[in-house]
């Protein structure tokens, strides 16, 4: 036996004789003798000073363990108890926190320094168990005196409709709270009947997904799904199968084509169905999926792959209750020979409200003379569409946006304007890439801008300053509170005319544009114009005073710098 042993085996005897001077003029040996003494020592001197009623040094001890002993419950047990003594009760629950997250479990600490813990029965428990339990004990007796467990005194009514408002995470969480809470919302289909598995952090196992199923007793409306280990061949025929009342189906990670379609071909009532661009399906399948449910009121196609060989699809031949369509075709090339036709299909959409086409066809123009007239279109969205589109027979359009669509001008006249158009009133227009005639842009905007609220126009080159300047002069943006002139002829005359018009201004976008810090001035010192945002990215003629000066002032952000294709960061303030 070494002599730090025999010392500390020689204070352990005095410490039972009750003589804590003599105990502690040991244990002092002990600590002194070693540069690193062993958390026995310290804790023998903790209980010493503790007896000898000197809790400032016994203290000190005790958060020595702690820090240099993080993974043994000795020190945490020991300080938690001092705190206790001097009535510090909510630092003692800090300190059970900290050593519930540092302790592993099945500390085997207890048969060393047990016999000082005389306060407490510890020869049934370990330690990790001792310090979960004092954990417990003093948060009961750190809450208030009257506390009760709510689910015991709320009617099941008032219960159940407080925990309606939280949201699926929220309820994973809660059921962990007690087995008297689990076994109380397992029991309650109701707040299982929207299921989103997109904000869990890592993979969610098969077993889980079909736990959650079953609490839901084929109840769930609306299921989001990601991040699932579950193998998707199987998971979307089973979640149809357990999920009859499904209504909303998000998926936003893959999926095979044939579960897919087995899965929308069983549910009976599904009205919304949305894939992101993380889910790749093809042609075929978008086809079966339209045909197999007539019910949907939504459908979202992120990312639709060609067919191989190339073939037209077979679309269903009505839709009746279709109000939201989005088609996303990844087309292998820009050639319009290369875009599969969606004609077929738009003329079976006769409740269509919002439509959005990427790299699309047709060889009629929309909507078709004699057919669906879209009466109820007030959203139209087309992105490198190969079509003509007649917007002066869509009156009901609120929301045009337009990204290389040059067939849809081909039947506008190129004469001088006639304001005699049949009236338009939309409310948010956007058209980019774009090579036509001021008249053309005008005719397709029309007369009627008391309601055009965004207006968009990028990448337009053949737009020269003075045709900006005369769309200001006709009203064209006297009510916007969205401006984006990006990449076009912008002058500091064009916003010249713009400032004294435009009085409900609150976001404008000037990126790649010719305008100088005289425009900026402008724009941020013009009195009743309270903008919030302001893009000037890649303006080389604005000065770095004008920058300043519009950073300045308070409540707008100003982007600015060079753009990331340039290799400069973008200021954002």
Same mark, same amino acid.
């Given at each position: ?314 679309? +269903?031949?009505?839709? &009746?209750? %279709?109000?939201? @369509?989005?088609?996303?075709? !990844?087309?292998?090339? #820009?050639?319009? $020979?290369?875009? +599969?036709?969606?004609? &077929?299909? %738009?003329?079976? @959409?006769?409740?269509?409200? !919002?439509?959005?086409? #990427?790299?699309? $066809? ?212």
């Amino acid at each position: 036996m070494d002599s730090s042993e025999l010392l500390r085996k020689l204070g352990r005897q005095e410490y039972r004789r009750k003589n804590y001077h003599g105990a502690l003029n040991f244990f002092n040996s002990v600590i002194s003798h070693d540069k690193n003494p062993a958390i026995e020592a310290l804790d023998n001197r903790a209980a010493t000073y503790e007896k000898l009623g000197d809790l400032h040094a016994a203290l000190k001890d005790g958060r020595r363990m702690v820090s240099e002993y993080k993974s043994s419950c000795t020190g945490y047990l020991r300080t938690g108890k001092i705190l206790r003594l001097q009535d510090k009760d909510e630092t003692a629950l800090g300190i059970y926190n900290y050593g519930l997250r540092n302790v592993p479990s099945g500390d085997p600490c207890f048969q060393v320094s047990g016999w000082l813990l005389d306060c407490w029965s510890t020869h049934a428990h370990s330690f990790d168990k001792l310090l979960n339990q004092m954990h417990d004990d003093l948060n009961r007796a750190c809450g208030p005196r009257k506390a009760r467990d709510p689910l015991t005194v709320l009617p099941n009514e008032i219960a159940e409709m407080i925990l309606s408002h939280f949201d699926f995470k929220q309820i994973v969480s809660i059921i962990r709270v007690s087995t008297q809470w689990r076994d109380y919302l397992t029991s309650k289909p109701g707040l299982w009947t929207k299921l989103d598995f997109s904000a869990a952090k890592t993979i969610i196992p098969g077993l889980a997904i079909q736990k959650y199923l079953r609490y839901a007793r084929e109840a769930a409306t609306e299921v989001v799904t990601s991040r699932l280990l579950f193998q998707q061949e199987k998971f979307l025929p089973h979640l149809a199968r357990f999920c009859r009342k499904l209504e909303t189906l998000y998926i936003k990670d893959g999926c095979s084509n044939e579960s897919l379609i087995k899965a929308v071909s069983i549910t009976g009532n599904l009205k919304s169905l949305s894939l992101s661009s993380d889910c790749a399906v093809t042609l075929d399948c978008v086809s079966q999926v339209l045909g197999h449910c007539l019910t949907l009121v939504r459908a979202e196609f992120h990312y639709i792959l060609a067919p191989h060989p190339p073939r037209p699809p077979l679309w +269903p031949r009505d839709l &009746p209750k %279709l109000q939201v @369509l989005t088609l996303n075709y !990844e087309t292998p090339s #820009s050639s319009s $020979s290369m875009m +599969p036709p969606i004609d &077929p299909l %738009l003329e079976h @959409l006769p409740e269509i409200c !919002e439509l959005k086409l #990427s790299n699309w $066809s047709s060889n009629r123009t929309i909507p078709s003379p004699g057919k669906v007239e879209m009466s109820h279109l007030r959203t139209l969205t087309l992105i490198n569409y190969q079509g003509e589109v007649s917007l002066h027979s869509l009156p009901s359009v609120r929301f045009v946006q337009l990204n290389r669509c040059p067939l849809i001008f081909r039947r506008l006249s190129t004469s001088e304007f006639k304001p005699d158009l049949r009236v338009l009133g939309f409310s948010k227009f956007s058209i980019s890439y774009a090579e036509l005639e001021p008249e053309k842009l005008w005719q397709l905007i029309g007369t009627n801008v008391e309601e055009l609220t965004h207006l968009s126009i990028t990448h337009c080159t053949t737009l020269l300053e003075v045709d900006l300047i005369k769309m200001v002069t006709m009203g064209y943006m006297d009510q916007l509170g969205h401006l984006d002139l990006s990449h076009t002829q912008v002058t500091d005359n064009v916003i010249e005319s713009l400032v004294p018009r435009a009085r409900h201004l609150r976001r404008v976008r000037l990126a790649a544009t010719k305008i100088t810090g005289i425009s900026v001035k402008a724009l941020v010192t013009q009195p009743g114009m309270e903008l919030v945002h302001l893009d000037v990215t890649d303006c080389n003629n604005i000065s770095a005073d004008a920058k300043t000066m519009a950073r300045r002032k308070e409540g707008l952000k100003v982007l600015s710098g060079m753009s990331a294709y340039s290799g400069k960061k973008i200021r954002f303030e």
